[in-house]
Each structure stands twice: as C-alpha cells, then as structure tokens.
C-alpha cells in the first residue's frame, strides 16, 4: 500500500522522503510539512510518518485506537485545483472503488494549538470511516501560508483494515505470509498504554520539558530554527505524556500549550527571519 | 422576460453553513438587482455540498430608461459654477436647459440614463455577489494565494454556470470564468455537463445523479430513513437536525439500515444514541420504546452492493462504542466518591474555588433545605448526593460526551448502589434548565438543584459578576429562573434573604439585597411570561420586605383573581378617590390606622359611622387573615369595606368647614388606604 501511494504521488511530481526519527504526534510536524509550509518555494513531497498519541492509547483492546501508529502524508504547495481528484485516483491505486465505499468530504477544520497553525478541509469517509484528514493550511507558527498548501493524512491502518476487510487492526495481514499487525505490535501497545498512563516518571517528564524548552531558546539564540524546531517537538510530545499521566490540570494546560505554541512559532519566526531575502528576491511577489 | 440561472460550484461546502450561504445568495442577487433597478419576479435557491444554485424567473431584458433632472445655478452665474454642475452631472454646457424659478431663469440638466440590458447588469453582479459573499469561515488556496489578497470562499471555488435564458452571462472573477458547463455526482457521472437554461438545469442533474433542491433531498432522507427501520419493524428516532446536516452531506442521498452487536445495548442508551449521531451522523430506532441494536446512516451513492458500504458503517460504529463501553468499564472500575476527588483540580472561578469546594458548600445548603423543607432524616442523604453531583465531570465517558453530564453521574450512582433517590438527585440536579424543562419534585433532586443554583448566584454576587445588559456569562438569569420555578413548583417555603445571607457570608459578602433585587427582577419577569399582569406584581412587590416566593406568589395571585371581580374594581374605584382627596389635601398622617370612634368630638353622619364600623370588622379580619397566609379571605374581608365606603362618598363631605370634620373624615380615608395596603398598594394598579 505504501509502494502504490509512493509511485502514484511521485509520478505526480512528488519528492518521496523518510520518516523524521522523533517522537511526534502527527505527520504534521516533520519538517518537511511545518518549515516548508512558510515561505513561497513550490514543494511536493509525500512520506510516513510513525505517530505517537499517548492518550490514544486502549491497552490493545480498542479495535482500531492505538497510541502509536502510522500517517502517510503529501504535502503540495501551492495547493492544486485538481487536488481532491488526485486524491480520490490515489484512492483507487490502492484498491477503494468509490462505486462501492461510500467517499464523503465532512467538514473537520484543523488547528493545532501547539503548532499556532489552522487550515480548513475535511476529514475523508470511507463508509462512515475516517481515513484521510484533507487540509488547506491557512496559517503556520503564527504566519500565513503564502501560497497556501494542502496536506492530506491518510491513516494507513485504518484503509489496511478496509481493504483487507477485517475488523480488529490487530488482525491485519502484515506481510501476506501470516505475520499479523497484532504479532509485530500487540505487546507494544499494551506496554507503552502502561507506562504512558500508569508507569512514566512524572518528574523525570516535568524535567524534560523544561530541558526541552530551555534548549529550543539555545538553538533560537544560536540561529539554528531547525534545531530548536526538534526541541519544540520534544516538548510537545513530553506534554501529550503528561496529559496521559493525567498530571496536569486544566487550567495548567492552557499553559503548557502556550509554552509549546511559543517555541513552535520561535521555531518559525527564526526560519522566516534567515530565510525571507533569498525568498524575496526569487518570488518578486511574495512579501513576508 | 427571461430566466436566469446562476450556479456557484465549490469544494464540498460545510452541511452547517449550507442554509445561511443560500439566504447570503439571495440577499446579495437582491441587492444588486435593486441597485441597478432590474425588478424581481420568482427567486429559488438551492444548494448541495457542492453547488449553490440561483434562479430568478421573469427577469426584464432591458432595465427601464431614467430620466432624472438637477436643479443648477442661475443664470448669470460665474462660470466656474456653472462648469463644475456640468462636470458634476456629465452633460456639456450646450445641452443645459434654462427654466423660470419663481421668475429666476435658471439652468437644468436633464440626464438621461438608457435602459441597460439585464444580461450585462448581471455580468457586473456575479463577481460582486463572490466579492461580497460572507461566509462564517473563509480560506485561500491554490497559487493566487502568495498573496493575501486573493479571493476568499468556504472551499475552494471552482465553477461557475451563468445563463440568461440560453446565453452564457460572460464574466471572471479571479481567474474563474463563467460558462455554461457544470459537473455531476462525483462518482455516479464522469465528465461535463452542459446547461440549456434554467428549464434544464434540475433535470440535467439529475440526470447526472444530483438532487439539486435541498428540500427534495430531505424528504427523501425523512421518508427513506422510516422506511428503513419500519421495514425491518423498527420504529426510527426521529431528528429533523440529521435529516437536515445529512441532506447537506449528500446530492444523491440512500439511507440503509444497519445491525450493531447486541452487547452494547449494556452501554446507557443515550451514549449509544449520541455517539452515532454526533460522531456518525447516523439515525437510531427503537423497539417497544426501547433502543435498537440498529443504525442508519445515509449513503452518498447508489452502491453496487449496499451490503458492503452498511458493513463498513457497522464496523466504525462497533469501534466507537466499543470506545463507549471502553469508557463505561473504566468509569466504573471507581466510585463516584473516588472520582470527586479530582474536582479538586477543576477550578469552578478563579474567585470561587475549585469544584471540590463547590460542591461542598452545596451539600451544607442542601442538607439545610432538605431539613427545612422535606423530611429532616433526609439532611445526610441529601448533603452526600450534592457532594457527587458533579464527579461525573472527571470521567471518561463526560470527557468525550461533555452533554451527558448529569445523566452518567446518574447512571454511576446507580451501578455503585448509592440508591435512585441519590442517583435521581444526582441525574436531575442540573433541571430544570430553561423555563419548558421538566421541573424537579424528588426532595433530594430539589434540594440539591436548588442548592447548587442559589451557591451559583451566591457565589458570583458575592465577587460582584453580576449580568449586565445583554452580558450573562455565567447564565445566572437562567440560574434564578429556575430556584424560582423549583421553589414555586415545590411549595419550597425559604426565607431568601436570610438563606442568602447565610450562604454568602461565605464567599465574605456582606449583603444578599443585590441578589434579593436581582431575584425580584426576575421573578416580575416570569410571572409576566405567566401571564400575570404587571401592575399587580408591582402592587405586591412596592410593599417590600417578602422574601418567602411562595407568599409571595400566593398574594400576587388571589390580588389577581380579586381584580377580576366587581368587589375588586369598585373597591379600586373606591380607593383611587380616596387616595387622590388625600393626595389633593397633602394628608398624610402616619397614625391614621388608629381606632377614632371614640376620639370623635362629633357625633358622626350614618355613612360615616357605617365606614368606621365595617373598618373596625375588616381591618383585624384581612390583618389576621394575612398572618394566616389567607390571601383570598383578606381580600374577601376587604370587600366589604367596598359598599360602605362608596355610601360615604355619595353622602359625606370630606372637606366641611368644621376642622375637626375635615381632620377626622380625612384620618378616616386615610385608616381606609392602609387598610387596603395590607393587601397590596392599590396606587400600582391600573384601572
């Protein structure tokens, strides 16, 4: 299913790219969708990226939630006018005939607070199913996307269990030979429930979002946004353990969302800040 | 006369914001036709997920031509003006014609503006209708987006379809050109359509597997969804909201009944029934009044075998209340008891405390009144119930379904053993909410109601948070609505002034009488929604110092059951006529309920002592009766005065010359206006 999306995006122009290898919550947050959303440069690329929702997490009992699973994303900038066609024929590669799914567009806006970044789209049924997040990115760290993108999520476990029928995520065919997805990650998704919820050191965490943060402002200071983009990474995910420790109150979280808003849209601002002569000078009519 | 048809085509537009974006169509075609005088016959609008459809019949060809004269100076007049009227109205200086103004020649222009053709007018009207367009939010997209200023649309726009009978109605707006082509359903028809005019439009689509009236599509929802279940001998939840949300989700709706596992019917039913229609947009049904283990939802397409698309609906449902059940298990593995101690990381306000004080306060207030009111052994019952009102707020299942608070604290108690009469109290507590509500009766339900509102308004008189004008961001206007619908209701017997003062020393207030004021607003409010009328309610309050509701109410009402009588309206009379001699005298003598039979130093006229006499009966009567709360025997103890003072009006002087006369006849009115005041103050009432 990965090979046929890759081969459908990259016929379409698209820059096929890894995984980023950190803990992070969507595939929204590699850089190759956050950074390269800002500024005017064309950018077409596609890629998996594995994500971690600790709070998501069911102990494996849950038939398709699990704290940590994979998001094929596409990022196309400037959006194209025929981009939900090609999504829908990406559809088709991978065997969902809209003759026979019932392919709806639901409004579902986006916005991550943490991120300081809002798009509008839709969430993408398959027969009642969500499979795809579609967004229109409006805003990136605090700036406006110009040109704007569109980004699609497809979450592959979930049009897996489509296309191979099954019910349970953990029945999935890993490999066509009788490796099921259950086999390579049930026992993971029991631990890792365990520890996000009952296990992980509070204070060890507390401390690590402070290091995080503390860090990102070193990179910042030292001109390297790239850099403390990871950090603001770290903190995110470092918050999202906390919540599922269940340590954090409600009127902290706001808090601890801003502070993580404020290292992304450093992050951003330092990345526009080093990059907008170059692209102002190549694109007459973008302004920053 | 022609017709015209306009269609804006977009990205799939928001169910939500589908009726406003079809008013916001015809308010802005209105107003452009208006501007440029193109008269209006028949308007219909329609929209889809993908389309917004406008078509106006009998449109004139041709605008009429105008003919408007302006008035300019006189003749003689320096040139400069003379040149800037003509500049000002576009004619040259030879074309100015000079008429006699009262016996002033004086020039005029005459202007003449043609008949425009319609077909251009709307030409200009189609980009300003997508210029001006006001949806609740906006994007930008695609490559003209490096710059701000591009346009703005709920989803990207992608088409345009102008017709003015047969013709295209040429015009662009950035970068999208109008024509006459359209596309269909986006799976059932592959490639373009052409329109003829507005006559072929609904069919064509059709054709194409689009129902372009919205109508048309929610009625086939409608029916079809209580086919479906009747078919299958169910009876469907009827919701008109889904009908409609679906109806904008789809342009060739199909609904299709569907079976989930019997075993999450053990999940209270209301989260079943929330979960597919909040997260699935799904319809439920019941059997003999009770939920079924099925589901519809309404497919977009004419599936090759609906089987298939109804299996992938069950399964996404499976997993969400599979989630719910998840939640339900894990919800119960603690007591409520355990749960409410996480209210204590919920701040209530800033000011106020966390929810863990909240609900601490609202079981000592509820204990009283359920002492006060209800059965005293019922005090302890009632303060535990208050003190896990809100655990459910710290759950799994009120974190994903923030509308089932109450409803699963219920739902908790009763899985945990605690009793129905807590777990109803507990359930209710929030009731009733909004004036058509279901009113609680159970004590320990109204007690802690109760409790948690006069805590509410308590608390946020106390920190000075009182509503003004049209501000209420706490709700307390609906907070006291209903402890007055629950006191009234209930026969609820509360001093409010000292409850309140009690309660608010708390929070360190000193005075309830902003509240006592605030809750006297509101209850003139309600009764004049009751019906009451509103002078009789300010005939009772003007006498002030009533804080008990119920007594209150009682003498609002036998005063308006009394003012319907003749007793009523001749004693008004009789009491107006009085009032106002006093008032035309300036008297005003404090003591006038003094007995002055004996100090008389005159023998009295019959009438005279005929009023005196019936005062000395009816003032202890309706003065005892009151302090039996026998508001209709006051009344009725006043209406005897009502002969005897309309005799003494039609043979006594008020005013004679003997000063003593006059002193005692005027005491004598006067004893009989307090003697009324007992009741209510006559002065307020019309009539």
Same mark, same amino acid.
């Given at each position: ?22 803990? %992070? ?103 009642? %199913? ?30 897996? %269990? ?109 990345? %526009? ?16 | ?687």
């Amino acid at each position: 299913m990965i090979l046929a999306l890759h081969d459908f995006w990259s016929a379409h122009g698209c820059l096929i790219l890894q995984p980023y290898d950190m803990r %992070m919550g969507a595939g929204t947050f590699h850089t190759a969708t956050t950074l390269r959303a800002l500024g005017p440069e064309p950018w077409n690329a596609a890629f998996v990226q594995p994500c971690r929702r600790p709070t998501d997490g069911r102990y494996g009992e849950n038939p398709n939630r699990l704290q940590h699973y994979y998001q094929y994303q596409v990022i196309l900038k400037p959006s194209p006018s025929d981009i939900q066609e090609l999504y829908l024929k990406s559809l088709e590669v991978i065997g969902i005939d809209p003759l026979k799914h019932d392919i709806r567009f639901v409004e579902d806006d986006w916005e991550s607070p943490t991120l300081g970044a809002w798009g509008l789209g839709w969430e993408v049924w398959c027969d009642g %199913m969500e499979v795809t997040q579609f967004t229109y990115f409006q805003q990136m760290g605090g700036f406006d996307c110009k040109p704007v993108a569109g980004e699609l999520t497809y979450g592959l476990e979930r049009l897996a %269990m489509y296309i191979q029928g099954v019910d349970n995520v953990y029945d999935l065919d890993f490999n066509g030979r009788g490796v099921s997805y259950g086999e390579v990650f049930l026992e993971n998704e029991r631990q890792m429930s365990k520890w996000n919820f009952e296990v992980a050191d509070t204070d060890a965490l507390f401390d690590l979002f402070n290091k995080a943060e503390a860090e990102c402002k070193n990179a910042l200071a030292g001109d390297v946004p790239i850099a403390a983009y990871e950090q603001a990474v770290e903190a995110s995910h470092i918050f999202n353990l906390l919540q599922a420790r269940g340590v954090i109150s409600v009127q902290e979280r706001a808090s601890y969302m801003a502070r993580v808003r404020d290292l992304a849209r450093g992050s951003c601002e330092k990345h %526009m800040e080093l990059k907008k002569d170059e692209w102002a000078e190549k694109f007459p009519e973008w302004s920053a | 006369m022609s017709n015209f048809l306009l269609e804006l085509r977009s990205e799939e537009i928001p169910a939500r914001m589908q009726k406003g974006a079809r008013a916001e169509l015809e308010k802005l075609f209105r107003r452009e036709m208006d501007a440029a005088g193109v008269a209006l016959g028949e308007l219909t609008v329609w929209s889809t997920p993908r389309r917004l459809a406008l078509i106006a019949r009998d449109l004139p060809t041709q605008t009429d031509a105008v003919s408007e004269e302006a008035k300019g100076p006189p003749e003689g007049a320096p040139d400069q003006a003379v040149d800037g009227f003509c500049r000002k109205n576009g004619v040259s200086r030879d074309q100015l014609e000079v008429r006699d103004v009262k016996g002033r020649p004086t020039y005029f222009a005459v202007i003449n503006t043609p008949g425009r053709a319609v077909a251009e007018v709307l030409a200009e009207a189609i980009p300003a209708i997508i210029r001006d367009f006001s949806w609740p939010k906006s994007q930008r997209w695609g490559a003209a987006s490096i710059s701000t200023e591009s346009l703005r649309w709920v989803r990207p726009l992608s088409g345009i379809v102008a017709l003015m009978d047969g013709d295209v109605v040429a015009c662009e707006t950035h970068g999208i050109t109008s024509g006459n082509v359209t596309k269909g359903h986006r799976f059932h028809h592959n490639g373009e359509i052409t329109i003829g005019s507005a006559d072929d439009y609904a069919a064509k689509l059709r054709d194409a597997h689009v129902i372009v009236d919205h109508e048309e599509r929610q009625n086939i929802i409608r029916t079809g969804a209580a086919k479906a279940a009747q078919d299958a001998g169910l009876d469907l939840v009827e919701d008109e909201g889904l009908v409609i949300e679906n109806a904008g989700l789809t342009e060739w709706p199909v609904p299709l009944l569907g079976r989930f596992e019997d075993d999450f019917l053990e999940v209270p039913p209301e989260t079943i029934q929330l979960t597919a229609r909040v997260n699935q947009k799904y319809f439920v049904c019941e059997k003999d009044g009770k939920l079924a283990n099925a589901f519809i939802c309404t497919s977009n397409i004419e599936a090759e075998d609906p089987a298939v698309v109804v299996e992938g609906n069950r399964k996404v449902l499976a997993a969400r209340l599979s989630d719910a059940k998840f939640f339900w298990d894990v919800d119960r593995k603690k007591t409520l008891a355990e749960h409410a101690k996480g209210l204590e990381r919920i701040t209530f306000h800033e000011k106020l405390g966390t929810v863990a004080d909240k609900v601490e306060r609202v079981g000592w207030l509820a204990k009283w009144l359920t002492q006060l009111n209800f059965d005293h052994g019922l005090g302890d019952a009632a303060e535990k119930a208050a003190g896990l009102c809100k655990a459910d707020l710290v759950t799994e299942m009120v974190g994903e379904f923030p509308e089932l608070q109450g409803l699963m604290g219920g739902y908790y108690a009763r899985a945990e053993g605690l009793g129905d009469a807590v777990a109803d109290a507990i359930r209710d507590h929030y009731k009733p909410i909004g004036k058509s509500d279901e009113i609680p009766t159970a004590p320990l339900t109204v007690a802690v109601s109760l409790a948690d509102k006069l805590d509410t308004l308590a608390g946020f008189f106390s920190i000075d948070a009182a509503p003004t004008g049209s501000k209420d961001p706490f709700a307390l206007r609906r907070a006291a609505l209903s402890s007055i619908l629950l006191i009234q209701h209930n026969n609820l017997r509360v001093g409010l002034a000292s409850v309140l003062e009690r309660h608010m020393r708390q929070f360190g207030s000193e005075s309830p009488q902003k509240l006592l004021d605030f809750f006297a607003d509101r209850l003139k409010v309600q009764q004049r929604d009751a019906g009451v009328r509103h002078d009789l309610i300010d005939a009772v309050f003007a006498l002030g110092g009533e804080d008990d509701l119920v007594r209150l109410l009682a003498r609002v009402h036998a005063l308006q059951s009394f003012m319907a009588t003749e007793d009523g309206t001749n004693l008004l009379a009789g009491y107006k006529r009085a009032s106002n001699i006093l008032k035309k005298e300036e008297w005003d003598n404090s003591d006038s309920t003094a007995d002055n039979n004996n100090s008389l130093s005159y023998a009295p006229e019959t009438s005279e002592k005929a009023l005196i006499d019936a005062l000395d009966a009816a003032g202890p009567k309706a003065a005892s009766a009151i302090e039996s709360e026998d508001f209709e025997g006051a009344m009725a103890a006043l209406a005897s005065l009502r002969s005897p003072i309309d005799e003494f009006f039609d043979h006594v002087t008020v005013n004679d010359s003997d000063a003593d006369k006059r002193a005692a006849r005027l005491d004598l009115l006067a004893r009989f206006r307090s003697a009324v005041h007992q009741v209510a103050d006559f002065s307020r009432i019309e009539g």
